[in-house]
DNA sequence: TGTACATCAGTGAACGCGCGTTCACTGATGTAC
DNA sequence: TGTACATCAGTGAACGCGCGTTCACTGATGTAC
């Protein structure tokens, strides 16, 4: 077996994972096919078999990203303890410790948003948060059932973002959410 | 008086109008120097005059952006009814109306956040909005006075953010918010 | 009132950069027979 | 078991694009005297 193959194997895998690496490093405005080809130490062109363009890798990238996270929200749903809270914890933990991917996931305008899987991973997202939110179930939206569902969204989703735009103060800003998810 | 003056007069405030122009028509990253140059009909160079850098204008413009945001508050705050109610029908309507300038008003990564005036413009805007929804005053952070007013904050922000990412149902959106900022 | 001069605002050409895409190619793999 | 061939995955050079910055310049304005 050769230093360097002349087939990577799991270069797409590869990609990925160097992609994340640099949109948590350096932010997704420095996301470019060269860069995670670079990264990789391939050819920049090589990715085009793999993803099409670089829409199609982020999209890639933000579906996983919906996978994940939906993962952690259903685990948080089943724990013990109060879930409506446990699942705020899970969904700010989960922007605070992978930003770039969030802001990824969250950002419709790089995505190719009408894509079978991307769609399906964060339908899978969404569920969990409905599902689990929905204490007054008043409303039978197709998107999110009942306003304490959409407040509580709201609410959450809100607080991630003002936390990673550094608008609110640093370590007891995740202290003060537990109390207003009283609410 | 010729057709073309040398000096065009009011340069830093046409470029400014320019910017804000092509923010809302073709997004943030679509904004350079030099569209809004060529926008202006004016030499690609000329803006380092007034602004230095791209950064040094996308601050003025979001601290404009602020400005605006803090009348716009303060005159729902001070209307009649429920003011808080009031306030967050005019976050999100600041949001909707022009969502190029308050996703950049709120996109900490490409302004000089150290900048004065910016910092000025953003803590009239945040005052109001501390001021009004502090209705339980139990807390004393420097930010932000109390949950309820940083709840409602995020409440009303994380809506906005959604609604912009397209989350959100497009027309019944704004009445169900005016339901939950009830609670 | 007039003149000299400093300062300011805008020009336009040039530079180098990183990017996505294209294209003919080559190495490797798998499959049909 | 072996051979031919199609397909796949990656190469590397080339192209054109838009960008920010720099620089010597020029037109216009204002100010000192």
Redesign the interface.
């Known amino acids: 077996m050769p230093a360097r193959p002349y087939h990577h194997g799991a270069l797409r895998a590869a990609l990925l994972e160097a992609a994340e690496q640099i949109l948590e490093r350096d932010?997704l405005?420095q996301l470019s096919l060269r860069a995670i080809s670079r990264a990789v130490g391939v050819s920049h062109a090589a990715p085009a078999h793999h993803f099409g363009d670089l829409r199609g890798l982020l999209t890639v990238l933000a579906t996983l990203g919906f996978r994940r996270f939906a993962i952690s929200l259903e685990a948080a749903a089943t724990s013990a303890g109060d879930p409506l809270r446990a699942l705020g914890r899970a969904y700010v933990q989960f922007a605070r410790t992978q930003p770039g991917l969030f802001l990824l996931m969250?950002?419709?305008?790089v995505l190719a948003?009408d894509d079978a899987d991307f769609q399906q991973a964060t339908a899978e997202a969404f569920a969990t948060l409905s599902r689990v939110a929905a204490v007054s179930p008043l409303?039978t939206?197709t998107?999110v059932r009942g306003?304490g569902a959409?407040?509580s969204?709201?609410?959450?989703?809100?607080?991630?973002?003002?936390m990673l735009?550094?608008?609110?103060?640093s370590q007891p800003g995740l202290d003060?959410l537990l109390?207003?998810l009283l609410?």
């Open positions: 932010g405005d969250f950002h419709h305008k948003g409303g939206d998107a306003r959409l407040a969204w709201c609410l959450v989703h809100g607080f991630c973002m003002l735009d550094g608008r609110l103060p003060l109390e207003e609410a």
